[in-house]
């Protein structure tokens, strides 16, 4: 065979094995293509859901308050699958600040707004109540509530308790957490702490203590039978 001859056999052997490596690669790109596709579309969908949430969850929560109350302060779910529900609203006048209270203090009620931490009273019982918050987020204007400010507590039933801050305070929650069977009637707003902080998961929680003005509806005693002490 001449040189030509053997040169155009072997081009069309390579031409031929070529193909073949095409015809197999490209099924195989194309399916990792139509992968990314669908990582890149669910990552799309996950950040608008969420964004969908952040949007939505404060009207929902706003329509099962005004449910509640119109109810005579029967708990309603903002959403069917949710796991808490507003209990009450925390207006602090002097700083224009109003947060609706969720059932609860896990992180998914925290994402929501600031919860009431169960183990502790309800606010106006007889005990300490316990509202908790997410620095950055709900209970950022904390940083500002100076002693002789005035907080209310709006319940589900329609009444309002008035209490009056008398000290903010900073502790460290590794330590034993915090009291919450001194026999005091208090309500505390707690917080991570510094507000500034890089990360969240510090020790270290920061305090509005104030106690209910006088002259108010007795005090109920309180169902809570949780322990003594939670961490936050």
């Known amino acids: 065979m001449s040189g030509w001859a053997a040169s155009c056999c072997c081009w069309r052997c390579s031409q031929g094995h070529s193909g073949r490596r095409n015809r197999m690669v490209s099924p195989l790109s194309r399916i990792s293509a139509l992968l990314l596709l669908l990582a890149a579309s669910h990552q799309l969908g996950t950040a608008l859901l969420i964004q969908l949430k952040a949007q939505l969850a404060p009207r929902l929560v706003e329509r099962?308050?005004?449910?509640?109350?119109?109810?005579?302060?029967?708990?309603?779910?903002?959403?069917?699958?949710?796991?808490?529900?507003?209990?009450?609203?925390?207006?602090?006048?002097?700083?224009?600040?109003?947060?609706?209270?969720?059932?609860?203090?896990?992180?998914?009620?925290?994402?929501?707004?600031?919860?009431?931490?169960?183990?502790?009273?309800?606010?106006?019982?007889?005990?300490?109540?316990?509202?908790?918050?997410?620095?950055?987020?709900?209970?950022?204007?904390?940083?500002?509530?100076?002693?002789?400010?005035?907080?209310v507590v709006q319940l589900a039933s329609g009444r309002a308790i008035h209490y009056r801050v008398v000290a903010t305070d900073i502790v460290d929650a590794s330590k034993g957490g915090i009291a919450i069977d001194s026999g005091d009637n208090l309500l505390l707003l707690v917080t991570c702490y510094p507000f500034d902080a890089l990360s969240s998961d510090g020790p270290l929680r920061y305090r509005v203590i104030a106690t209910p003005e006088p002259r108010q509806e007795a005090f109920a005693p309180s169902a809570s039978a949780g322990a003594g002490r939670f961490m936050l």
């Open 64 to 151: 099962a308050w005004a449910q509640s109350l119109a109810q005579d302060g029967r708990p309603v779910k903002p959403w069917p699958w949710a796991d808490t529900w507003p209990m009450a609203r925390l207006e602090i006048p002097a700083l224009a600040e109003s947060q609706l209270v969720l059932a609860g203090d896990t992180g998914n009620v925290l994402a929501f707004g600031p919860g009431h931490q169960r183990a502790s009273a309800m606010p106006g019982t007889r005990g300490v109540a316990v509202i908790g918050g997410h620095r950055d987020t709900h209970f950022r204007f904390l940083r500002h509530i100076v002693p002789g400010q005035r907080i």
